[in-house]
C-alpha cells in the first residue's frame, strides 16, 4: 500500500508536468485535479509514519467510531428538528464524505464482532449500528450503501474458513434466491417495501435516475478522451474531449 500510495502521487506530479508540457493548460484547475488524486495517499502516508502499528490501531478504531457516530447523530438532528421533510430542498444533511465515515465504522464495527465476538463488541454494535443506520438515511448518498456491501464482502473474503464463515455462507446461498426474486418483482417499483430494489436499479440503470445518467454520459466524454491520447491521457489543466454535451455545473466539471 505505501508502494502504491506513491505511485499515485508521483503520477499525479507526471500528470501535472504533461499538462504544462502539452502548453495552453489551465493551471487553476489542474491544482484542483492533483489535490483530489493525492489527498487520499497522502493522508494514508501520514498515517502509516505516524502510527507505530498494531499497538495504536485500537486507538484510531476507537476515533472513527466516535467520529462517524457524533456525525450521524449531527445529520439525524439537522434532518429532524431543523429541516423536517426537505429532501427536496436539501438533499444530504452533512457532506459527501460523511459517507466514507459512516462506511468504515459500520464495517469495522461487523469486522469486531465477528472476528471477537464478546459481550462488548456485540453491545457497541447494538448501540452504534443503529445510529449509522439512521445518520446514512438522513444524509440520503446512496453510496453509503455501496461502500458498505464492499466493505462486508471483502471482509467476508479475507476471514479464513472458520464454522460461523461457514455457517454465514450457508445462509447467503439460501437467501441468495429470495433476494433474486424480490429484485425480480420490484425492479419497476419505486416505494414501500421494494425501496431497496429501486435504489439497487438506481445505481445501474441510468435510465431511472439522472445522477446515474449523468455518470454514463461523462464516462463516454472521458472513454473519448482516452482514445484521443491513450498512453499518457490528456495531462492535468486540459478539458476533456468528448461527444456529449453535458451541463457544466462546476468549473472543473469537464477537466
Known amino acids: 500500500m505505501r508502494?502504491?500510495?506513491?505511485?499515485?502521487?508521483?503520477?499525479?506530479?507526471?500528470?501535472?508536468?504533461?499538462?504544462?508540457?502539452?502548453?495552453?493548460?489551465?493551471?487553476?484547475?489542474?491544482?484542483?485535479?492533483?489535490?483530489?488524486?493525492?489527498?487520499?495517499?497522502?493522508?494514508?502516508?501520514?498515517f502509516h509514519y505516524a502510527f507505530r502499528g498494531p499497538q495504536d490501531q485500537a486507538s484510531i478504531g476507537k476515533v472513527v467510531i466516535a467520529a462517524a457516530t457524533l456525525r450521524a447523530v449531527l445529520a439525524v438532528s439537522l434532518r429532524r428538528l431543523l429541516?423536517?421533510?426537505?429532501?427536496?430542498?436539501?438533499?444530504?444533511?452533512?457532506?459527501?464524505?460523511?459517507?466514507?465515515?459512516?462506511?468504515?465504522?459500520f464495517c469495522l464495527c461487523m469486522a469486531l464482532v465477528l472476528e471477537v465476538p464478546s459481550t462488548k463488541h456485540k453491545l457497541l454494535c447494538a448501540v452504534v449500528l443503529p445510529i449509522l443506520t439512521l445518520g446514512m438515511m438522513a444524509n440520503n448518498r446512496r453510496i453509503a450503501w455501496v461502500e458498505i456491501a464492499l466493505g462486508l464482502g471483502v471482509l467476508f473474503i479475507v476471514m479464513p474458513m472458520t464454522p460461523r464463515k461457514r455457517r454465514l455462507l450457508r445462509k447467503t446461498l439460501i437467501v441468495a434466491p429470495f433476494v433474486a426474486l424480490y429484485l425480480l418483482i420490484g425492479w419497476d417499483r419505486t416505494g414501500g417495501v421494494f425501496r431497496g430494489a429501486a435504489l439497487l436499479r438506481s445505481l445501474v440503470d441510468a435510465k431511472s435516475d439522472a445522477s446515474t445518467e449523468w455518470r454514463?454520459?461523462?464516462?463516454?466524454?472521458?472513454?473519448?478522451?482516452?482514445?484521443?491520447?491513450?498512453?499518457?491521457?490528456?495531462?492535468?489543466?486540459?478539458?476533456?474531449?468528448?461527444?456529449?454535451?453535458?451541463?457544466?455545473?462546476?468549473?472543473q466539471e469537464h477537466f
Request: overall charge negative.
Open 3 to 46: 508502494f502504491f500510495g506513491w505511485v499515485t502521487v508521483l503520477g499525479a506530479v507526471l500528470l501535472e508536468l504533461w499538462g504544462t508540457l502539452r502548453g495552453d493548460m489551465d493551471f487553476g484547475n489542474s491544482l484542483w485535479q492533483v489535490e483530489h488524486a493525492v489527498y487520499l495517499p497522502l493522508l494514508f502516508l501520514a
Open 216 to 251: 454514463d454520459l461523462e464516462n463516454i466524454d472521458l472513454i473519448v478522451s482516452l482514445r484521443s491520447s491513450p498512453v499518457m491521457g490528456l495531462g492535468y489543466g486540459h478539458r476533456y474531449i468528448g461527444p456529449v454535451n453535458v451541463e457544466d455545473v462546476y468549473s
Open 83 to 105: 429541516t423536517p421533510n426537505t429532501i427536496d430542498v436539501m438533499p444530504t444533511a452533512t457532506t459527501h464524505t460523511d459517507s466514507m465515515l459512516f462506511a468504515a465504522a
